[in-house]
């Protein structure tokens, strides 16, 4: 084996080396799969991590929704809001603990021209008894315009009047928002940061809801314009809205940079649609708020959309790839390398020397196949063999019923019937004779028990119907069949009686029988179908029947014959055979073979290809 060993590996030597270089190549590029399909999964777990993080924010902006359409409720609920009123109510709301986000509720009411002095001096009362009798609100920004939406409620109290009096339909970026929304009845979300509260990464924005008079129609814009009543409004802080979320994200480094893309106004009133605006950045400092974004092939980065009540904010995620690795991670790729080749170089040789014997293993398949043909066809020769010998065996048994009837019916039936006449005349002399006549009559009825008794064992043997054609021994069998089983029984014959020679009219009679005999046994049916149909010289028998149907496997059921013995009468004629269940419950057998132009002799068995059958 050694020297073999030597032989071969100096005499393939540049085999060798070219296996050895395909070994590299495939180590390599299992290398770059692997590292590939496990940069793939990581990718993949950081942006489920991502999504969800994405749905926790989704759900907190859709509780501060709630919570701004909670307000605009209990507000519109009464015709007078005072102080204390809106100051218990946002008490109850516990806002640090249950909406940490929220810095301030307040509501503007809105006031026309007409009333601004009323409502000022009222304004100027409440906030008096709030913060003392030095504090003064004024409209800010001053002047006069036929309407106002002036903040009356501030929660929680910011402690300066300042703060009260603010008409927000004077902020340049608040008014076509606001009309908007007095016209919608929906929610609306500022694009602007809040210039009172915001800092350099520490963005206040604003959501407000118009709030209507109680009970009054808001079906049309011109009703909702005439029952606008004011607005309220939360102030929310982006970093506690975020606050907690990448501790969602099972990822160390996770960088999260919120920007607001859509069509906004800045502080002064100018369309600023064109920038993005950035809201909060986990790197941010307020010296450096945005700091520039993370790029190149080491990162991961996922950008999402969110919808902020009309707003589209954009949150990118950004991550170091080295953060979602394992230890085995890294690992991997090179033990897959080194797999690769040591599999390679082993599959190379295993190749390599099983080549060597490749012609005599193709020497051996050729002879085996030669073999295995004759085999085969020794086989069939033998299958045909054992076909004509059950064909014969069937014609020797119905030769022999046959013979047995008619012998049955010439000798056993007339001896029957003379004895019948001779009890009979016994009885009708013995009448006078009561005892006598008595058993006359008793031995003349055991008689007719006989003769019925060999009329019966005659039609088993070969009913003498099946002399005056098949489908006139078909609607025997039918009535038969119903009277005894009690399931009706219809057939369906569209062509009449037609000249077979004997032995197809009885093969054709012994599938009806046995496929009958079948239903009774298994199908537990309550209906059966008998169809003959004739076309181009190929009779065809169906029984279809509306039981349980066949089961998996049924046909080759261990002791059961009876669907092999059809289909062996079938192929005998040359015929075919199929068996099926309906979608619906039940099963169908469907034979069909030539019987006009046919010798009145039973032919030899046609050949295998010219037959066929199935179970379906």
Request: with cysteine.
């Given at each position: 084996m050694a020297s073999l060993l030597r032989e071969a590996f100096s005499v393939t030597r540049l085999s060798f080396w070219t296996g050895a270089l395909m070994s590299s190549l495939i180590g390599t590029s299992l290398y770059i799969f692997t590292q590939r399909s496990i940069e793939s999964d990581a990718r993949e777990r950081f942006v489920n991590h991502v999504r969800y993080a994405q749905n926790v924010i989704g759900v907190r902006v859709k509780s501060y929704t709630d919570l701004l359409r909670g307000a605009a409720s209990q507000i519109q609920s009464t015709d007078t809001l005072t102080h204390r009123q809106f100051h218990a109510y946002v008490q109850g709301l516990q806002l640090p603990h249950s909406f940490p986000a929220?810095?301030?509720?307040?509501?503007?009411?809105y006031v026309e021209e007409a009333d601004r002095e009323d409502f000022m001096r009222g304004l100027r009362k409440e906030v008096e008894e709030l913060l003392g009798p030095k504090a003064e609100p004024v409209i800010t920004p001053p002047?006069?315009?036929?309407?106002?939406?002036?903040?009356?409620?501030?929660?929680?109290d910011p402690g300066h009047p300042r703060f009260y009096g603010l008409d927000l339909k004077a902020i340049p970026y608040f008014y076509s928002q606001l009309t908007e929304e007095r016209d919608s009845g929906t929610v609306f979300s500022a694009g602007t940061a809040i210039p009172l509260l915001s800092k350099p990464n520490n963005i206040y924005l604003g959501m407000r809801m118009p709030v209507y008079h109680i009970e009054a129609p808001v079906d049309t814009v011109a009703r909702r314009r005439a029952a606008y009543r004011g607005s309220v409004g939360i102030a929310i802080s982006v970093p506690k809205l975020l606050?907690?979320?990448?501790?969602?994200?099972?990822v160390d480094n996770v960088r999260m940079t919120l920007y607001d893309t859509g069509r906004r106004m800045d502080a002064?009133?100018?369309?600023?649609?064109?920038?993005?605006?950035?809201?909060?950045?986990?790197?941010?400092?307020?010296?450096?708020?945005s700091p520039p974004l993370d790029t190149g092939r080491e990162r991961f980065s996922v950008s999402l959309p969110l919808d902020f009540n009309g707003r589209p904010w954009t949150i990118i995620y950004s991550v170091n790839k080295a953060a979602l690795y394992t230890e085995f991670d890294d690992s991997y790729p090179k033990m897959m390398m080194s797999f690769g080749f040591i599999g390679?170089?082993?599959?190379?040789?295993?190749?390599?020397?099983?080549?060597?014997?490749?012609?005599?293993?193709?020497?051996?398949?050729?002879?085996?196949?030669?073999?295995?043909?004759?085999?085969?066809s020794k086989l069939q020769l033998s299958h045909q063999k054992l076909r004509r010998l059950a064909d014969h065996a069937y014609q020797v048994k119905e030769h022999e019923r046959k013979r047995i009837a008619r012998e049955i019916h010439d000798d056993l039936g007339q001896n029957l019937l003379a004895l019948r006449i001779e009890a009979e005349m016994l009885a009708t002399r013995s009448r006078t004779h009561s005892h006598l006549h008595k058993?006359?009559?008793?031995?003349?009825?055991?008689?007719?028990?006989?003769?019925?008794?060999?009329?019966?064992?005659?039609?088993?043997?070969?009913?003498?119907?099946?002399?005056?054609?098949?489908?006139?021994?078909?609607?025997?069998?039918a009535a038969q069949f119903q009277r005894r089983t009690g399931i009706k029984c219809q057939i369906d014959d569209d062509h009449g009686e037609i000249a077979m020679?004997?032995?197809?009219?009885?093969?054709?009679?012994?599938?009806?029988q046995e496929s009958l005999t079948n239903i009774v046994r298994h199908a537990n049916a309550s209906k059966v179908v008998i169809q003959l149909r004739l076309n181009g010289g190929w009779l065809t028998l169906i029984v279809r029947d509306n039981g349980c149907g066949m089961p998996p496997g049924g046909r080759n059921k261990h002791g059961s014959f009876g669907l092999v013995g059809i289909e062996e009468r079938i192929l005998i004629l040359g015929g075919t055979c199929a068996v099926f269940s309906e979608n619906d419950g039940g099963t169908t057998i469907m034979v069909s073979a030539p019987v006009l132009g046919l010798p009145d002799t039973q032919p030899l068995l046609l050949s295998e290809h010219e037959t066929g059958s199935a179970v379906i």
């Open positions: 929220v810095e301030y509720i307040n509501y503007a009411a002047g006069i315009r036929p309407s106002y939406l002036i903040v009356r409620n501030i929660e929680p606050k907690g979320v990448l501790d969602e994200i099972p002064n009133g100018k369309d600023t649609s064109g920038t993005r605006l950035t809201l909060f950045d986990s790197r941010g400092t307020p010296a450096q708020p390679s170089m082993l599959l190379y040789a295993l190749l390599f020397i099983l080549m060597s014997s490749r012609r005599a293993a193709l020497a051996l398949a050729r002879e085996m196949t030669s073999e295995l043909r004759e085999s085969q058993r006359a009559t008793t031995t003349l009825q055991q008689i007719d028990v006989t003769i019925k008794s060999v009329r019966q064992i005659i039609n088993d043997l070969r009913p003498t119907v099946l002399d005056l054609g098949l489908s006139a021994a078909v609607e025997w069998q020679p004997d032995y197809c009219a009885t093969a054709f009679f012994r599938i009806l």
